[in-house]
């Protein structure tokens, strides 16, 4: 309990020297006792000409620089989340980068022992610096069977140091909530809760080399597009091995233009195989930024780094290809009806009016020059838009927007004309007549048949168990809420019984450096 209490006020202290609290309290106008509270932890010799003259979201980000990795790792998430920190926080967030001072060699080593062995650890051979250091883990490079590889490694303890921040992080949204319910409307616990199921994934390694290997197998048929190999019998939970990019960082223009790689083309690369990604395999890297990608002499694209990665299902996916493509033709009257069919909007909303609006957003994009129109900013003037609509934010069409205004924006460092658009059509025409055309409808109608007619001899059955399970649920001997709902309110009851005790702390801790200060 000490430990959570003396991180909740290293945390409150980073806020408010930052000042970040006191814009925050200027928007939710907290209590009198709150606000001194506020004073009292931004006490500072830090001049306040100098945090004026910086952006509250420059402010923000360092403060969670200075607060460490779990921090680190919420502001890259909330920088993904424009829904609830605003889109001007949210873009200064995404800047955020992830970077530490490495942790010793000898460490590193002991950590690849413990994880495979010391057998397995001596047929690894010229073990480098690290090259690479970040909040989670670092990167060394070696050679095994005279092969290069790339080796993640875990940070000692990391798990750990985890766990203990974001129980702390989970009792500042409650405190938070509690004292300030304006504040509710962020779901700051909620927030919290998703990073934790986050970073457990990302702490274990076998999910970003599973990751990988997905990939890999989505996009071997994929144009210039090529995904390390990963080695499994030198990959645990802890290290991570993947086959050692031959290229180049796709940031080095010079270096490019030596290789003589066509930039236009390799623009065009990058946005079209993001798209068979998210479109065409519902699956796709979420973090596609110059530092993750490579290219080799022969112009292939090599992304690394696959601890981010989204998902949209099959409902998502054509509802993403026809808005686009609708977009792109200028029928603002379809799009309104995709996001009609597919129960996105509420069936009370107005369709027209909502065409409308969408109107409003399609026709000032492009009456502009063709190089300013951003398809990700499109989706995010579109998600703006629904709100008014009632429709439902879902955080996968988020991470998607923001992967593609990061796409995008490496696409025009290459080709500062690029036509977004028309490098795209190619992409969605072909999906939505493969999948949206006459001929899928067709199959589609004879693949349902066909399970319908093999499930016919079980519909008996299956009426009499349903009958069962209705009788069960009827008397209550049945619960209706799913698993991860029951654990999520468990953990909110459980933080709410430590939230008295830290407020009366806290209380005490006030009082005494108001005694002190006066």
Do not use: C
Not at 287 to 307: A, C, E, S, W, Y
Not at 404 to 409: L, N
Not at 434 to 439: H, L, T
Request: aromatic content about 8%.
């Amino acid at each position: 309990m000490i430990k959570k209490i003396l991180i909740l006020l290293k945390i409150g202290r980073a806020l408010a020297k930052s000042s970040t609290l006191d814009y925050f309290g200027a928007i939710y106008k907290p209590n009198i006792f709150i606000r001194g509270l506020i004073k009292i932890f931004g006490f500072t010799s830090f001049k306040k000409k100098q945090l004026d003259s910086k952006s509250v979201g420059l402010r923000l980000t360092e403060a969670l620089k200075e607060l460490g990795p779990t921090f680190i790792k919420l502001g890259q998430f909330l920088g993904t989340r424009p829904d609830i920190m605003g889109k001007e926080l949210a873009v200064e967030l995404q800047s955020l980068q992830d970077e530490l001072p490495p942790f010793d060699m000898e460490i590193a080593k002991q950590s690849i022992i413990s994880e495979i062995g010391i057998e397995k650890f001596n047929e690894i051979k010229n073990l480098s610096k690290p090259i690479a250091a970040a909040s989670i883990a670092q990167v060394h490079f070696a050679e095994i069977d005279n092969k290069n590889y790339a080796i993640k490694i875990l940070r000692p303890q990391i798990e750990k140091r985890f766990n203990e921040e974001l129980e702390s992080l989970m009792l500042f949204a409650s405190i938070v909530e509690t004292i300030l319910p304006k504040t509710k409307r962020l779901k700051l616990i909620e927030v919290v809760h998703l990073l934790r199921e986050i970073t457990a994934i990302e702490m274990d390694l076998r999910f970003e080399a599973s990751a990988g290997s997905e990939l890999k197998n989505n996009t071997t048929g994929d144009p210039k597009f090529k995904v390390p190999n990963i080695n499994w019998d030198f990959t645990s939970k802890r290290i991570l091995t993947s086959e050692k990019v031959d290229g180049i960082k796709i940031k080095d223009l010079d270096k490019i233009n030596e290789l003589g790689i066509d930039k236009k083309e390799l623009a065009r690369n990058v946005i079209q195989n993001f798209l068979r990604q998210a479109v065409g395999d519902g699956f796709f890297h979420g973090d596609m930024h110059q530092g993750n990608l490579f290219v080799d002499k022969d112009g292939n694209l090599i992304p690394v780094d696959f601890g981010i990665m989204g998902r949209l299902d099959e409902d998502n996916r054509k509802y993403l290809a026809e808005i686009l493509y609708g977009f792109i033709q200028r029928d603002y009257e379809k799009v309104a009806d995709v996001h009609f069919i597919a129960g996105l909007v509420p069936p009370d909303q107005n369709k027209e009016s909502f065409s409308q609006a969408l109107r409003s957003i399609g026709e000032p994009i492009f009456g502009q020059s063709i190089k300013n129109i951003s398809a990700g900013k499109l989706l995010a003037q579109l998600f703006e838009i629904t709100e008014r609509f009632n429709m439902a934010t879902q955080p996968q069409l988020l991470l998607l927007q923001k992967t593609m205004v990061v796409v995008e924006g490496v696409a025009r460092t290459l080709d500062e004309d690029a036509n977004i658009w028309e490098i795209s059509k190619p992409v969605l025409e072909g999906w939505l007549k493969k999948e949206v055309g006459p001929e899928a409808k067709f199959n589609q109608a004879i693949k349902t048949t066909t399970q319908v007619m093999d499930r016919l001899p079980e519909l008996p059955g299956m009426m009499d168990k349903a009958s069962k399970a209705l009788e069960l649920l009827a008397a209550g001997t049945v619960a209706s809420n799913d698993e991860i709902a029951k654990k999520f309110e468990i953990e909110k009851l459980k933080i709410k019984n430590q939230q008295n005790k830290i407020l009366i702390f806290v209380l005490l801790v006030v009082i005494s450096l108001l005694i002190i200060f006066n």
